[in-house]
C-alpha cells in the first residue's frame, strides 16, 4: 500500500525567511513524488516532481524540494518566502509498481502561512 | 488555467434530484481521475479511468456513478445524495505514466440539500 503523510497541519512563516514544508511516504516499489498548492476555490497546480536523478528538484515559483530515500522523505523548501505563497500545500506520491498512471494519493495538506 | 474544464462550478441539489458533473481536457491524456475534497480531509481519489476503461473504484458508493465515453471526457452522474456528500469534486488528468504529474480542473462545489 502507498500512503503520504504531512505532519503539520499548518506552517507560519515571516516574509523572507525561508520555508519549509514536510512530507514523508511509504511505497511497495520505487516513489514517484509530486508536490501540488491550491489557491482559495481553485484546483490544484503542479509545482513539482521527482521520478529519478538528483535529489534536488526545482519547482515553479522558486520552490524546491528534496528527495530523501533514507528518510523517506520529500520535504518542499523555497529560500525566501512570499506573503504571495500563502496556500495550502499537497504532497503526492504514485508507486512505481503500476505500469500505467495508476493511483495518485495525496497527504491531508499543509496550510501555509506568509505573514509581511 | 490548466486545460482541464469542470463544469458546473457550483451546484446545489436536493437529495432526491439527479445531476452530472462534467470534465473535458484537450491536453492529450489518456488517464483521467475524479477526487473528493471534503473540509478537514486529504483528497479522497475516487475513481481512475486509463483508455476510457475503469481502473479504480476506491469504494465509492452507488449514489456516484462515473461515464468516460471517451479519453477526453469524463461525467460522474449523482443521485440521491446526502448532505455529507456536499464537498469539492476534482477531474484531473495525466499522461498514461507513472511519473507524469495530473493536471486538475477548478473542480465543483457541490452542496446537497
Known amino acids: 500500500a502507498q500512503s503520504v503523510a504531512q505532519p503539520e497541519d499548518q506552517v507560519n512563516v515571516a516574509e523572507g525567511n525561508p520555508l519549509t514544508v514536510k512530507c514523508t511516504y511509504s511505497?511497495?516499489?520505487?516513489?514517484?513524488l509530486f508536490w501540488y498548492v491550491q489557491y482559495p476555490n481553485r484546483g490544484l497546480q503542479f509545482l513539482l516532481k521527482?521520478?529519478?536523478?538528483?535529489?534536488l528538484v526545482k519547482g515553479s515559483y522558486g520552490f524546491e524540494a528534496e528527495f530523501n530515500k533514507s528518510q523517506t522523505s520529500f520535504h518542499l523548501k523555497k529560500p525566501s518566502a512570499l506573503v504571495s505563497d500563502s496556500a495550502l500545500y499537497f504532497c503526492?506520491?504514485?508507486?512505481?509498481?503500476?505500469?500505467?498512471?495508476?493511483?495518485?494519493?495525496f497527504g491531508q495538506g499543509t496550510e501555509l502561512s506568509v505573514k509581511p | 488555467e490548466t486545460g482541464v474544464t469542470q463544469t458546473p462550478r457550483h451546484l446545489v441539489m436536493g437529495m432526491t434530484n439527479k445531476k452530472s458533473l462534467k470534465c473535458e481536457q484537450h491536453l492529450g491524456h489518456n488517464a483521467m481521475y475524479w477526487y473528493k475534497q471534503s473540509a478537514k480531509k486529504p483528497l479522497e481519489l475516487m475513481f481512475v479511468?486509463?483508455?476510457?476503461?475503469?481502473?479504480e473504484n476506491n469504494s465509492v458508493p452507488s449514489r456516484f456513478s462515473p461515464e468516460c465515453p471517451n479519453s477526453s471526457h469524463l461525467f460522474l452522474h449523482l443521485h440521491t445524495l446526502q448532505p455529507e456528500d456536499s464537498a469539492l469534486y476534482l477531474c484531473?488528468?495525466?499522461?498514461?505514466?507513472?511519473?507524469?504529474?495530473?493536471?486538475f480542473g477548478q473542480g465543483t462545489r457541490l452542496t446537497v440539500v
Open positions: 479511468y486509463n483508455f476510457k476503461e475503469q481502473t
Open positions: 521527482y521520478i529519478t536523478g538528483d535529489n
Open positions: 484531473a488528468s495525466s499522461q498514461d505514466s507513472g511519473g507524469a504529474e495530473a493536471f
Open positions: 511505497v511497495s516499489g520505487n516513489p514517484y
Open positions: 503526492a506520491v504514485r508507486d512505481t509498481i503500476y505500469n500505467q498512471g495508476g493511483k495518485l494519493i
